[in-house]
């Protein structure tokens, strides 16, 4: 005798769809109604309540989402004022300047044709981190500066270490 699953209803019990969703065979929308006994009743149950049910007492998937994470201000999103942790922090420069580097077209493309730069590109950020190593840093050094930084333990123990030895 093969397993079917329990399901709340009654075969012949009417009940209304509370979301949308879309099985192998069809797509069951907000609001249709279907008997209990029905496959795609059995099979998705959760997804039914009784026909009954009065519009103010359905159920509110946006209620059943859990909570948002809580938003951290320093999320790494701002490249402007947040340090690199790929980068040691002896090999950190940071922009003085804002310029942006426009892409270029395709050769032989229309835009290439027409002698007008395309509308994209990458930009260098004033306040970005970029490693001291990077071509651009090589290239315009006068745009970086080496940032300051607050003294740490480590360095602390470090230069005491040094003067010992």
Same mark, same amino acid.
């Given at each position: 005798?093969?397993?079917?699953?329990?399901?709340?209803? %009654?075969?012949?019990?009417?009940?209304? +769809?509370?979301? *949308?969703? +879309?099985?192998?065979?069809?797509? #069951?929308?907000?609001?249709?109604? @279907?008997?209990?006994?029905?496959?795609?009743?059995?099979? /998705?149950? $959760?997804?039914? #309540?009784?026909?009954? *049910?009065?519009?103010?007492?359905?159920? /509110?998937?946006?209620?059943?989402?859990? +909570?948002?994470?809580?938003?951290?201000?320093?999320?790494?999103? /701002?490249?402007?004022? !947040?340090? $690199?942790? !790929?980068?040691?922090?002896?090999?950190?420069?940071?922009?003085?300047?804002? @310029?942006?580097?426009?892409? !270029?077209? +395709?050769?032989? $493309? %229309?835009?290439?044709?027409?002698?007008?730069?395309?509308?994209?590109? $990458? %930009?260098?950020?004033?306040?970005?981190?970029?490693?001291?190593?990077?071509?651009?840093?090589? %290239?315009?050094?006068?745009?970086?500066?080496?940032?300051?930084?607050? #003294?740490?333990?480590?360095?602390?123990?470090?230069?005491? /270490?040094?003067?010992? *030895?």
């Amino acid at each position: 005798m093969p397993k079917t699953k329990k399901t709340p209803f %009654a075969p012949d019990q009417v009940v209304v +769809a509370t979301r *949308t969703f +879309a099985t192998e065979d069809t797509v #069951v929308h907000v609001g249709e109604k @279907y008997r209990g006994g029905d496959p795609v009743v059995v099979a /998705n149950h $959760s997804a039914f #309540v009784d026909g009954e *049910t009065l519009p103010g007492e359905m159920p /509110n998937f946006w209620e059943e989402l859990p +909570a948002p994470p809580e938003h951290d201000p320093s999320g790494g999103f /701002n490249i402007r004022v !947040q340090p $690199s942790t !790929q980068i040691p922090l002896h090999r950190q420069v940071r922009s003085k300047v804002e @310029y942006f580097f426009p892409m !270029q077209w +395709a050769p032989g $493309s %229309a835009g290439e044709r027409r002698g007008i730069p395309p509308p994209f590109g $990458s %930009a260098l950020h004033k306040g970005q981190i970029k490693d001291v190593c990077d071509p651009l840093v090589r %290239a315009h050094p006068d745009w970086f500066e080496f940032p300051a930084r607050d #003294v740490r333990l480590e360095d602390i123990e470090r230069m005491t /270490n040094e003067e010992v *030895t």
